[in-house]
């Protein structure tokens, strides 16, 4: 899919319809999100020891065949930046 490096698109600072540069947003590469949560501190207690690991043992689920893209609109008038949702593609150009 082919993009427009610069759109139009309504901008919550400004509370109008602006010019936006947009960038392609980067994915976060840390592991889990909380890892003192209680599901966490469970699955390293029964990962400990011999024997099979319950409902840890899983085998890992594939990912989909598209991943989900999220950009980054930043305002030309405000300098605010904010974040469109992602949608699926499979290959993501910037024009």
Known sequence: MRFPKKI???CPTC???TEHSVKQAK???RGSAKPMSASNRQKDRLKR???GHGKFSKPAVSKKP???LDLRL???TCGKSHTK???RVKK???V
Do not use: A, M, P, S
């Open 27 to 29: 994915k976060h590469t």
């Open 66 to 68: 598209t991943q989900k």
């Open 92 to 94: 993501f150009e910037l």
């Open 15 to 17: 509370r109008k319809h």
């Open 49 to 51: 020891g011999y024997g």
């Open 74 to 76: 930043k305002c030309e």
């Open 85 to 87: 949702k992602g949608f």
């Open 8 to 10: 139009k698109t309504y």
